[in-house]
């Protein structure tokens, strides 16, 4: 059983920052592609970035230079650090964790004002 549990949302300015943390239990997180999506009200859950078991990153257009994901083996935890932060972001924000399946956090909320 893997459980991800999400912290770290909160409101913030524009332009302000906040760091995401996404703690995981069970067996598979050294190995699993670690990953960040986001939801906003009325759309679809987007890929904002991830970081495989060896520290390669991948990030969307719309967050780079100004997101970044990192990972720690030895706490099971993956981070996002928001910098820059734009009313655009504003969404619900999901950790998600995978390794021949996918798993899926609770997800925090992220609302940044203009």
């Known amino acids: 059983q893997v459980q991800l549990v999400e912290s770290g949302g909160g409101l913030v300015q524009t332009g302000g920052s906040l760091r995401l943390s996404c703690a995981a239990s069970g067996n598979i997180f050294s190995r699993a592609i670690m990953g960040w999506y986001r939801q906003a009200p009325g759309k679809e859950r987007d890929f904002v970035a991830s970081?495989?078991?060896?520290?390669?990153?991948n990030y969307a257009d719309s967050v780079k230079g100004r997101f970044t994901i990192s990972r720690d083996n030895a706490k099971n935890t993956v981070y996002l650090q928001m910098n820059g932060l734009k009313p655009e972001d504003t969404a619900v924000y999901y950790c998600?964790?995978?390794?021949?399946?996918?798993?899926w956090g609770q997800g925090t909320q992220v609302t940044v004002s203009s």
């Open positions: 998600n964790a995978y390794l021949r399946g996918s798993y």
């Open positions: 970081i495989t078991s060896g520290g390669s990153t």
